[in-house]
């Protein structure tokens, strides 16, 4: 079975431009989370998605990011305009129940904004 | 204040030893607690998942949760240079959200 895959694994890109990560869940899953690690900080949540919709956007940081999760199979994470804030290792994992005990992570999008 | 403290190490030991790893957190509505490894550049891969308070035991690995005291363990015996890594605690107040709070992580090499 394969795991989460994301795409790109890593990007640079200039302050004010735009980047897109995607994520693939593991099949079957219908809950996939974003989170991101900056440097020397923990990982924090941004969003989960149940299927297509948004079931906790709570931890997204402001309107230049946005998610979306059309059809409730892949995912996109997109950041307009990029800061030099948002370097950092982007997560996206998933899980088959809602309660969130097994949460398979993928390897990250390393995103350095310069 | 964070939510989760987790001392980042790093933590060097000899092949063999017991080890001890440590998390304290402040929010008392925090039900479910997990311990996840990170190899180098790899995302995280969860090792130990314990609900409430009481021990947990897998192989070498010994998860302790302490409610009254906000403060949580992983125990790894009889440690491998294979165990060098990145060890985060992770926990969540509910069932029904995915939301982990982690801690910075611990990082852990084992020398042969």
């Known amino acids: 079975e394969a795991g989460v895959t994301q795409f790109p694994s890593h990007s640079v890109i200039e302050k004010g431009q735009t980047v897109t990560l995607r994520c693939d869940p593991i099949s079957g899953h219908d809950n996939l989370y974003w989170y991101r690690r900056v440097m020397g900080k923990e990982i924090k949540f941004l969003l989960h998605f149940v299927k297509e919709s948004k079931q906790d956007e709570s931890g997204m940081p402001n309107n230049r990011f946005l998610a979306e999760r059309t059809g409730g199979t892949y995912s996109t994470l997109k950041v307009q305009p990029a800061e030099l804030e948002d370097s950092g290792v982007y997560f996206c994992?998933?899980?088959?129940?809602?309660?969130?005990?097994?949460?398979?992570f993928g390897e990250g999008s390393w995103l350095t904004v310069v | 204040q964070k939510e989760v403290e987790q001392d980042p190490g790093p933590l060097s030991v000899p092949e063999g030893a017991i080890v001890s790893l440590n998390c304290t957190y402040s929010?008392?509505?925090?039900?479910?607690f997990m311990w996840y490894r990170q190899y180098s550049r790899k995302g995280p891969e969860l090792l130990m998942y314990t609900y409430s308070s009481g021990n947990k035991e897998d192989g070498r690995f010994t998860a302790q949760v302490d409610k009254s005291s906000k403060y949580i363990s992983l125990f790894i015996r009889d440690s491998q240079p294979s165990d060098s890594a990145t060890y985060l605690c992770a926990m969540r107040a509910t069932s029904n959200t995915g939301k982990l709070i982690f801690g910075q992580g611990t990082t852990l090499q084992v020398k042969p």
């Open positions: 929010n008392s509505a925090f039900q479910y």
């Open positions: 994992a998933s899980s088959r129940d809602f309660s969130g005990n097994t949460i398979y």
